[in-house]
Structure formats: C-alpha cells, structure tokens
C-alpha cells in the first residue's frame, strides 16, 4: 500500500517511510493511497484475538515488513496489555457499551499508537545504522505513552518536555519513574505552549535538526491511525449480534485522530450508524460539524486536558475526504486556513459525524450520573461521551483513559479515588526528572549533552 499527501506535492511513498517521515514533506499528512475492502468473512469471525485481528487490518496497509515480521512487531508492541483481550468492550445498559482502552502501560489508548511507533523506531535505528533522538512536548498522556513505548531501547533517547507543576502528579510519575536511562523528562517553567514551542523551533531549524539526529512524536503520524482503527472492529465483534445493526460510536476528542481511525475503517466496510465528536469546552470540532465553520479560538483549561487543543491536527485529513480526495482544493484551503486562521467549509456535509459538548460542569455531573445509573467510573475525558446520549439506539462510548489517572477531578465528582495498581506501584519509585532554563539553546545545549 503506498500513502500519498493531501496536500497532493510529496510522492507517495510506503508504510515504513510514511511512519519515518510523519508529516509528509509538502507539509501535508498521509493518507493511505486508496482505502481497501475488509475482507467479507473478518467481521462473523467472533474469536479472533486482538493481535490476529491488528495483524490482518495493519497488513492491509504495510506491505514493507513480511508476515512473520509484522506480527513480531504487533506482538512486541501489545504483548503486555494487563488484560489479554486489549481493548474489551463493557456492556453497562441494554443499548449501551464502553470500549475499555486503557490496558495499555499508561493506562491511556495513546499506548495502541505509541507501542507500535517505540518498535517501528527501534526497527529504524537497525535499518540505518544511526542513533535517533526523539523530542516532543507534552500535556500529559502522548509523553508518557511514548516514553513507555521506547524506554530502555538501544540507539534512542528520549526528551520530553512538560510545564512544571500544570501536569497531574500522577501523569509526571509515569513519565519520571521508568527507571530506563534513555528517558530524559524535561520540566520547564511556563505553559505547555511554551513547551512546544521551544520543541517546533528545534525540529523547524534544519541544521539542528540532522546534527541531534532529531524526530518527533508525532501526533499526525499515520501508523497512529492506522493501529487506532483495529480496535473499532474488535468493539464490533465483541458487541451482542442484536446490536450490530445501527452501531453508534462516541469518541472523546480532541485532535481528532482517534474518531479518524474510526470513520476510516467504516469507510472499508465496518458497518457504522453515527459517530459522535464528543468534545470538551473546547469545542472547536463541535462547531465546526454544527456549522461548516472551522475557527480556532483561545484554549481554555478543562477537567479533561487531553482533549484541549486549539487547531485539531487530524482535521487536514477530513477535510482532504470531504474534497473527495481532491489534494489541489485542500492545499489551497489550508493555505486559506494558514493565511486568514478560519475556512468556511464549501457544501458542508457532516457526513456520518454528528458532535456533542461538556461543560467542566457537565463532566462532573456525567461521572456522578454514570456511576449511579450504571455503577460504572469514568475518567474526565470518557464523562465527555455521555452527553445527550440517545438510549433507543445502540452506543459505544470509546474510554480513552483510567480514571485513577485523574484523582483530583474524580474526587471531586465521586468523593473517592480510584486506584489502579500500576499507578500505586509508582509512588514508591525513583523520581528521575531534569530543570532546564526554558529556552531552545539551553534544550539544544542540554540535548547535546545527554544524546544517544
Ligand atoms: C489524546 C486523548 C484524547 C483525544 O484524542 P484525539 O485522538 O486527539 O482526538 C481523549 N482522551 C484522552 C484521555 C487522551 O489522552
């Protein structure tokens, strides 16, 4: 399968340089060349565990690795999941369900991503003979899923830096208590903003760059994607057959990359009624499928972090389908979008999406509401996908992370904590982190001394 740029200017190249190269040269973000048929007889077969289903649907796309190989990969990658199915689907309510993905080593479903992308990096380094580093900036979940994705391999080392004090205790524990020294967490003093900054500064200067060997963790990378959307069909194969019919998934969003993978695979033939952009405060998607208007405004701080985001970086995807994968129109709407911060979207068509929003108020009210309803907790982020939700239909709301993650707010909604082995496991280990003067020379100065 080869991937080619919605911006249409980069050659379409295959799944292993798709994944090195992330973002593709044009500027643009891969998207697979044409999108195949699931195989007809994949969807009755009921038994089929998590890794033989990644291997069939992530082979559709990788014709680079053979199929020993790939499932060495997918095996390596989902191997210790605490619970062996992965991704298991929770009935709560006669129409309703909840895709647990918070198995993974940091208990949110960036690990189905990142576990792929660790082992992919690792494949790099042996293929080119040459050191990486990664260097990435984080508001909680992507770091640490990363950094798990890549502690203690050989040839990487890995920076990752947070705001000091604006991430939970929690969060910064999963990224300063590995043990492995290839992790170098970063705190700064100043926002997440300023992070990222400093990170694009360092990736955007070229010399830089290739001198400190540098890649990104990237969030619009599309092997992402592409191991987010297996988990969809497993949703549906585990689902009652009386409820397969008019299937509903609700995803809490916000840089639309785990909603993507879904209406992708949908496009191959998983049947799908509706899905549903479940967004925070933040509601920038939410208007955008109200009103065809994308229109980015200021962050404002939500009890869910994870899905704060200003400019959804999946959304170049959408909008190249929505063109009928015309690369030519999305280029020069993009360009609009760079120029004027705001496109109105030619002949809307919210397709099979529809949106949901929550309130900081509503989250606490959806966590106590789900609890007594359903005697079930969910975390901040998964409160978001049960607003406005019709019962006479069948629904899957995706869990994309542990509630233990987020003590405070489920204190405040529940007036008790969750706890979740792992994360108390932590709390006894070694706290590895470093200071740096929040500027690109000291990070450079710091990368340079501390690289692999
Ligand atoms: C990243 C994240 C989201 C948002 O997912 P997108 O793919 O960016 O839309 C939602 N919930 C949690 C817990 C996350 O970590």
Redesign the pocket.
Known sequence: MQFVSTRGGSDPVGFFDAFANGLAPDGGLYVPKNLPLLPSDLLVDDALPYPALAWDILGMFDSDHDSDHLIELIDKSYGDFSDTMSAPLQQIADNLFVLELFHGPTL???DFGLQLIGNLFEEQISRTGQTINVLGATS???GS?AIHGLAGKKGVNVFVLYPKGRISKLQERQMTCTGADNIFPIAIEGSFDDAQAIVKELMGDLTVKEDLQLSAIN?INIVRVLA?AVYYVHAYMQLPPENRDDVNFV??????????AGWMIHQMGLPVDEFVVATNQNDILYRLFNTGEYTPERVNPSL?P??D?QV???FERFLYYHNEKNADATLSQMAEFMSSGSIKIPNFNASNFSASKSTDEDIIANIKRVKEDYNYVV?P??ACGFQDIDSTKTHVVLA??HPA?FPDVMKKALGEVPTEESLEALKEKKIVSYEVEATPAAIQKFIEDHRA
């Open positions: 949110s479903f960036k909680g979940d992507t899923a969030s987010q995803v809490p969003t916000g840089n639309f990359g785990n909603i993507f869910a994870s899905m985001i959804a970086s999946n975390d982020h998964t994309t992370a993650k």
